[in-house]
């Protein structure tokens, strides 16, 4: 019989703690019935919600902590005030022990970022970790990193980056050779700033096995989904991001206004509600929540803090894919041919 999938949640985290997080937690125990839970939190509260999902209660286990870390928190304070004691730390620490196989918190990024690479550490020969996230595309999903971990990349940085994603998008998109692109503002090798254009060069001449190096996409490539995983550092990516979720809430306003404004146009959209809901689902940024910390020693995977049960359970799904298919063991594999490593 196979092990069980051990999560350790930080029930504290978030816009709404634990009001969301068990609901999410008991919804992902439906979709992964080998999954185990350790919930770190007020436990008062936690076991009087654990009550109303007796499925969810029997597959975890609650360790009362004192302190939640605050969403605006600056890291500095939340380490200070939160070092061994908190939700957040509690729950990456697990990780760090052996209890658990990954961790997921929607607290503060920042915090949990500073929590994890002092808990967990930097894998051998990374520099700094990225985090990676699910973007939806017109081919189905591709994987974005970093979207807001560090700010600035060398070239070195970048080619880790690359080698990181493609070992998250063979899990995730079950790919031998996962494609993979540097976002810049052209496609021509002479474009970009240098650090992209050596990145860009090394990827190239080195003919890595695990990955197939497509070369520079620009912008618009993210929508399309022309390569399964697209690089870039945390400035940049951390705004694309955000325009993208504020341009699919656009969308969806532009949409309502439009289908309520006349008698037609609700007539219409009484015909065309299957549509619709289709591409209401399409948009749902539940259904892709859970970016991974990669270049750590442990799996941390950061849900949106402002997200509902829905999008939390999704978050979770992804730590269990990430635990239940090895993401760390595929990494240091990939890794072995770090033409940057070898380089050095």
Known sequence: MPQPVRISLDAMGGDHGPSVVIPGAALAVERHPDVRFLIFGNEQVLAQILNGYPKLKEASEIRHTEIAIGMDEKPSQA????????????????????????????????????????????????????????????????????????????????????IMG???????????????????VGTEEIKGIETVKEAGRILRESNLPHLEYKGFVEGDDLGKGTVDVVVTEGFTGNIALKTAEGTAKQIGEYLRAAMSRTLMAKIGYLFAK??????????????????????????????????????FASAIDVAYDMAHFELMKTIRGMLEHDPVEQQA
Not at 110 to 134: F, N, Q, S, V
Not at 281 to 298: A, I, S
């Open 79 to 162: 380490i200070r005030m939160g070092r061994g004691r908190s939700s957040m730390w509690k729950c990456v620490q697990a990780v760090r022990d052996g209890e658990a196989d990954a961790a997921v918190s929607a607290g503060n990024t920042g915090a949990l970022m500073a929590t994890a690479k002092i808990c967990l550490k930097t894998m051998a020969h990374i520099e700094r970790p990225a985090i990676a996230a699910m973007w939806p595309t017109l081919r189905g999903e591709s994987i974005v990193l970093d979207v807001g971990a560090t700010i600035g990349a060398d070239a070195g940085h970048l080619v880790d980056m690359a």
């Open 274 to 311: 299957q549509a619709f809901n289709a591409l209401k689902d399409k948009m749902d940024p539940r259904k892709v929540n859970g970016g991974v910390f990669l270049g750590l020693e442990g799996v941390v995977v950061k849900s949106h803090g402002g997200t509902d049960a829905l999008g």
């Open 166 to 184: 493609a070992a998250m998008a063979r899990i995730v998109f079950d790919l031998d050779r996962p494609t993979v692109g540097l976002l810049n």
